[in-house]
């Protein structure tokens, strides 16, 4: 079972049915155009509709996974002060005094360009449970980085 947020929930939701309602239908029919131009040993077209379509009902799987073992995290349960799931944390790294602000997500949520960082990640792990004001010592892949928690929202 993963906790994420509906919104999450929603946007793994659309792309699911994306996949099912367009895509697979499109590269069915591309499978179908390309089988009417007869041999199909040397038919580059058809081995390459029906590598996507592997790849389409691969991703179609994995996505009805992730539905089938989410669960919705409810916002009005969560504590408030303290660095969690779905928590909003603004940091400032000590050693360059750069200020960051990410949201603590889900793994199938993440993305850094959105502000959006892995519950799993280095990062986050070391600051779930702790709250503003305090420092962390985080060891990431580039080295150790000392961190300031300047706030923590929902």
Known sequence: ME???EEGYNKILAELKQLESVDLPRVREAI???RAQGDL????EY???KREQGRILSRIRFKQRVLEHARILDRTILETDTVGLLSKVE?????NNAKMTYMIVSPHEADIKEGKMSIKSPIA???TGKKAGDTVTV???AGTMQL???SVTL
């Open 47 to 49: 081995h390459a509709a």
């Open 139 to 141: 060891k990431v892949p």
């Open 125 to 127: 792990q070391a600051l």
């Open 41 to 44: 040993s040397e038919n580059f």
């Open 148 to 150: 300031h928690i300047d």
């Open 91 to 95: 940091l400032t790294n000590l050693a």
């Open 3 to 5: 906790y994420m947020s």
């Open 32 to 34: 179908a155009e390309a």
